[in-house]
């Protein structure tokens, strides 16, 4: 099925470093959402997107859904070790059914205390 | 207010047993999804159900199947189960007029 390009595929960084991660579409969303997931349990949601050039933050986290509404990126500032996971990108194609999420394969990051 | 909730926690059966999830929604949420996400990897869409009919389904074979009751309340039912289905079973749900999936913490599920 269809999934977004999500990169990178995984990360290892200093405490205290920024982290940038993006997704990637070949057709139009009109919708994109950023999850975390711990290890052993449900993706959590972080931040969620609805129109083009929509720049959103939740405390450290700032994400943008892309003025051609084919990509999204998430910036994590002055990360922690709790930052620890894997994030996950989701969205929902302009055309076609809806309401199914495509999603990204994850960006794992490591956070190095 | 609670979030989305399932059980079991976790679940061991033996091959060709039958397995069955259950997913209560956030209060007010409608639709109900299913995902199965085998260790390390993403999320794969399993079913979408909306006001009690099954609107959508993933790339999974008949055994992979469920309802949604009058409440919103779902099952999950995997049938002749194959050494391939140990994952992790997410449910999730949402209003029906949003688009934003709010997942609950997951059920194990270990074929041996």
């Not at chain 1, 620890?84 to 205390?113: D, E, M, Q």
């Amino acid at each position: 099925g269809q999934q977004l390009n999500q990169s990178p595929q995984s990360m290892f960084i200093q405490e205290g470093e920024d982290v940038s991660m993006n997704c990637t579409s070949s057709s139009i969303f009109n919708t994109w959402l950023w999850y975390k997931q711990d290890p052993g349990e449900g993706p959590v949601l972080l931040i969620a997107l609805y129109k083009a050039g929509e720049l959103t933050s939740n405390g450290r986290l700032t994400a943008q859904f892309g003025i051609t509404r084919k990509d999204s990126f998430l910036n994590i500032s002055a990360s922690i070790p709790s930052d620890v996971g894997i994030y996950f990108c989701a969205g929902h194609p302009n055309a076609g059914n809806n309401r199914k999420l495509i999603w990204g394969l994850g960006t794992s990051l490591a956070v190095n205390p | 207010e609670a979030g989305v909730t399932q059980s079991p926690t976790h679940l061991i059966k033996t091959r060709g047993q039958q397995a069955t999830l259950r997913c209560s929604p956030i209060s007010g949420h409608t639709s109900v999804y299913w995902y199965q996400q085998a260790l390390g990897l993403g999320l794969q869409f399993l079913l979408w159900y909306d006001e009690g009919e099954e609107r959508n389904r993933g790339n999974f074979p008949p055994r992979f199947s469920g309802r949604q009751f009058p409440n919103y309340s779902s099952e999950l039912n995997v049938n002749a189960l194959e050494l391939e289905d140990s994952a992790l079973y997410l449910c999730a749900s949402s209003l029906a007029v949003r688009n934003t999936i709010y997942f609950g913490e997951g059920s194990w599920l270990t074929v041996v």
